[in-house]
Every structure is written in structure tokens, then in C-alpha cells.
């Protein structure tokens, strides 16, 4: 199954540079990771937010949250996600 992941990172503001910075570095790692087992397929960033929109492929809804609940930023981010469908022009 795809799925549309949108998400926006909420670290708090007084987060130290440091520790911000790990965990940016960390972030980037898991992702590497995903993307080479073949569940990130594409990710971009928008434009004047801390947020992404990523293609994702997993096959269901439960190995998704476990891939995305093992990104190191998790637990400071709001998750939106869509189920994606083909469409009859697609096939």
C-alpha cells in the first residue's frame, strides 16, 4: 500500500542546539535507512515550516506507524496520513 505522510516536526523551543542537531543527524540516518528497505519512496520538504510530505509504501496501515514511530523525532511530530488508492487511469 502507498501512503501521503505529511508531517511537522514541534521540538520545543528551548531545545538545546545540540541535542536539536542530534537529532537532526539521527533523523536523516533512519530515513536513509527506510528508503533503502523500500518503505520512503519520495520526500520533500515545504517551503517556511519544519514539515515534510513524504511517499511512503508498506503493506498496511500497521508496518507505516511502525516505520514512522521509529523515526528519533516521533514523539515531536504531527502526523497526517492518507491512504492512497490507484487510480483507474494509472492501471
Given at each position: 500500500?502507498?501512503?501521503?505522510v505529511?508531517t ?13 542537531e ?18 520512503l519512496k519520495?520526500?520533500?520538504r ?46
Open positions: 500500500m502507498e501512503f501521503l505529511r511537522e516536526i514541534l521540538l520545543p523551543a528551548d531545545t538545546p542546539d545540540d541535542v536539536r542530534r537529532l537532526r543527524t539521527n533523523e536523516r540516518e533512519r530515513a536513509m535507512e527506510l528508503r533503502a528497505a523500500g518503505v519520495r520526500l520533500w515545504v517551503p517556511g515550516r519544519n514539515a515534510t510530505i513524504g511517499l511512503y509504501e508498506a503493506a498496511d496501515p500497521a508496518a507505516l506507524h511502525d516505520a514512522l514511530s521509529s523515526l528519533p523525532m516521533w514523539k515531536w511530530m504531527d502526523v497526517t496520513v492518507e491512504a492512497l488508492a490507484t487510480h483507474p487511469q494509472e492501471r
